[in-house]
């Protein structure tokens, strides 16, 4: 790994791990505190290749990526929670929305490369949607656990899972994932509400996977003004950033607003949209 990238590893470089949240410890789903350039990352796609991973940190904990960047480019990374926890169902059966097609549309036809970090949940909710977005190769697609728990306690009201389950959860998302027809899979996991610690970066260790924060909230959990979010999102960008957003009208219904007027605002200052695998490469160079 280089001194020159900004590639931060929480927890394994530090050693001591504050648990929650990026920075500042602000929760990933907790309330929210005109030109056009080419996208180079839509056709060149990584999904034929094996995607990038950090190696374990000390004492085999899986490493964690916050955000990574080449100097000199002007690039970021929209990511979006689909999730759902394991006991919302019977909401999602009444007709409460835990998708949002229309802003996958919208990601689609602006072109916008993105990661989607999924629960094996909402893949069983949603699997025609798990599949059309696990099968574009405009899209990466995370583990964002099953249920939806949290793997630290507190976790902003989220129902832990047990120590020894961890690995399980993990495990149960994927096989949702396969039953769905979810192709373009990723090694990335992102912890329900950012909450993690020593235990939890030590059990997830054998999977072999990354643990994806981010280093910009953009506030749209329940957030009811879409411009809000925008500005959030572009006062705080730099190069190489990553940004948390999600994919549930339920729990986010402006996301869609906002994206409209990031993009091609982020566009104007000559940003490119990358996927997080596009980010580690880059810092790994």
């Known amino acids: 790994m280089r001194k020159s990238t900004a590639l931060t590893v929480l927890g394994v470089v530090l050693g001591g791990l504050a648990g929650c949240g990026g920075p500042g410890s602000a929760p990933a789903d907790g309330p929210p505190a005109a030109g056009r350039t080419p996208v180079a990352a839509h056709a060149p796609s990584h999904a034929a290749s094996a995607p990038p991973t950090l190696a374990p940190g000390p004492g085999a904990r899986t490493p964690v990526f916050e955000r990574g960047v080449k100097a000199g480019e002007k690039v970021v990374a929209l990511t979006f929670d689909a999730d759902i926890t394991a006991d919302e169902g019977p909401r999602a059966a009444a007709g409460e929305h835990f ?4 802003l996958i549309d919208l990601l689609r036809r602006s072109e916008v490369p993105a990661t989607v970090f999924m629960t094996g949940r909402w893949a069983d909710e949603y699997p025609a949607q798990a599949r059309s977005i ?8 995370g ?9 630290k306690s507190p976790c902003y009201g989220l129902p832990a899972v047990a120590k020894d389950g961890m690995r399980a959860d993990v495990a ?7 039953k769905a ?15 993690y610690d020593d235990a939890s970066l030590r059990a997830l260790a054998p999977e072999k996977v990354t643990a994806v924060q981010w280093d910009l909230i953009s506030g749209d959990a329940f957030a ?14 730099k190069p190489g950033s990553l940004v948390v957003m999600h994919c549930t009208r339920s729990a986010a219904p ?3 607003e906002a994206v409209e007027r990031i993009v091609p605002e982020l566009r104007e200052r000559g940003y490119r949209f990358v996927k997080v695998s596009d980010l580690i490469r880059a810092a790994q160079r």
């Open 224 to 237: 009811t003004d879409p411009d809000a979010v925008a500005e959030q999102v572009l006062d705080g960008v």
């Open 99 to 102: 998708d949002n097609p229309g």
């Open 134 to 141: 696990g099968a574009d190769p405009l899209f990466e697609v």
């Open 172 to 178: 149960r998302a994927s096989a949702s994932f396969r």
């Open 254 to 256: 402006v996301t869609e």
């Open 143 to 151: 583990n964002h656990s099953y249920s939806h728990y949290a793997f």
């Open 181 to 195: 027809g979810v192709r373009n899979t990723v090694p990335y996991f992102r912890f329900p509400g950012g909450c």
